[in-house]
């Protein structure tokens, strides 16, 4: 039996009959190819499957694609506008915030939630917010100035549109 779908993800509205007990993580690797989403653990410990379901970072290994259903869905995929990295993209090539780039995709995902409701987080609220994601690479050190880094262009890009329109 399965149950037929609807996801808007990235910008491109999907139908698709799924199994009941299909991974919203499955579905995005193994149907839609969209490989930028991690599995790491399966048991929402490690962060590599982080997602945006509905403007919010969730762990798309412990979500079933049923679940889903209706919603809008962010992968590391769409983060970017196409033309440009995001802000977070650069800041972890620029600050080195990634070694063998595993637990990138989720790193970055949920540091966007952060930054969507923090524009300007400190040091402290950069580590507690990426709790939930493990690196086994870097020791953090390099991740949270990455973050650092596109909380500081982001914030460059709004004060710089405030201007034009003044």
Not at 65 to 80: K, M, P, Y
Request: proline share 3%; hydrophobic share 35%.
């Amino acid at each position: 039996m399965s149950v037929r779908i609807h996801v808007r993800v990235n910008g491109v509205d999907y139908h698709h009959d799924v199994e009941p007990r299909t991974l919203l993580v499955q579905y995005l690797r193994d149907t839609l190819r969209l490989t930028g989403t991690h599995i790491g653990c399966d048991t929402s410990s490690c962060g590599a499957c982080t997602i945006h379901v509905n403007g919010k970072a969730a762990k798309s290994c412990t979500m079933l694609a049923v679940q889903a259903d209706g919603c809008e869905i962010t992968t590391i995929e769409g983060l970017s506008n196409g033309i440009e990295l995001h802000p977070l993209q650069e800041g972890f090539r620029e600050c080195h915030g990634l070694q063998c780039g595993f637990c990138t995709p989720g790193m970055i995902m949920t540091a966007a939630d952060l930054l969507q409701h923090n524009p300007n987080p400190g040091e402290s609220d950069i580590r507690h917010a990426l709790e939930g994601n493990f690196c086994r690479c870097t020791g953090y050190h390099n991740i949270v100035k990455s973050v650092q880094y596109a909380a500081e262009k982001m914030q460059a890009v709004q004060q710089n549109k405030k201007e034009v329109a003044a």
